[in-house]
């Protein structure tokens, strides 16, 4: 019995002619061994420069496979590599990883909090295809980390939003009111709530323009212009400064 494997040459240029198939025989074991390990040691090694990695991605699809196999990889490197080769791939093409929106999903669960926020960020590039509005399932699920307890995986979220709302203007509005509930979030300490408090502001300016009924975005922007942080007043200062600047024009 033959089995087909892909083959990738990481010297070559990203084309399609550098990855090639295999026929290998189940029956001699010691062939099938090495050519089950090849193609991820090959991944382990091209991980160490995740832009070359996900320019050969761009071209040859059928690696994303074996990159997803690398986030399982126990050197971090390796793991956070190939990670970062998915996320520069989602903003240069997510078309090509719209596909596997599912694996992205799941990867939110993850005990790992770096892939959590790795598939936070590629799930906001999958917006701009999200041809299915497979999004609109999804949106609690998404903004969840808002309330705590993890400031950084929040942050993340929020930052997140922004980019979902300027591709899916119709859920501008939800996804603004779920930002909002940063207002009553419980991180583990409060200056952390007030750094995350300062990112909602910034996502809360881009999402501004496209909301029909602004007026809680307003209150909650004008009670930061309190906030213990100075940071974070400066961020509700420069907000609330741009709407007025708007507004006279």
């Known amino acids: 019995m033959l089995v087909h494997f892909l083959l990738f040459n990481l010297c070559e240029p990203a084309t399609q002619a550098s990855v090639q198939k295999a026929n290998v025989d189940v029956t001699d074991g010691r062939a099938y061994s090495r050519a089950v390990s090849a193609p991820l040691a090959r991944i382990h090694q091209a991980a160490l420069k995740p832009a070359q990695l996900a320019r050969k991605a761009i071209c040859n699809p059928q690696l994303f496979a074996e990159i997803a196999e690398g986030l399982k990889a126990e050197k971090p490197r ?3 590599g190939c990670a970062k080769a998915l996320r520069l791939i989602s903003e240069q093409r997510p078309d090509l990883l719209y ?12 005990e790992n909090k770096i892939l959590q926020w790795d598939a936070a960020f590629v799930l906001s590039h999958l917006a701009r295809g999200d041809v299915d509005d497979k999004f609109a399932a999804i949106l609690d699920r998404y903004f969840s980390p808002i309330v705590g307890p993890v400031m950084i995986t929040a942050a993340n979220v929020i930052q997140g939003g922004a980019r979902i709302a300027r591709a899916k203007p119709q859920l501008a509005e939800r996804i603004a009111a779920e930002v909002l509930k940063v207002a009553r979030a419980r991180y583990r300490t409060a200056e952390c709530r007030n750094v995350a408090i300062g990112h909602a502001i910034l996502a809360l300016g881009d999402l501004l323009p496209q909301l029909g009924h602004p007026a809680r975005v307003i209150q909650f922007v004008r009670r930061q212009t309190r906030n213990p942080r100075p940071a974070t007043r400066k961020k509700a200062e420069h907000f609330l400064k741009a709407r007025l600047a708007a507004l006279a024009t």
Do not use: A, E, S
Not at 99 to 110: A, I, Q, S
């Open 99 to 110: 596909p596997h929106f599912d694996l992205f999903v799941r990867l939110l669960d993850h």
């Open 78 to 80: 390796v793991k956070y």
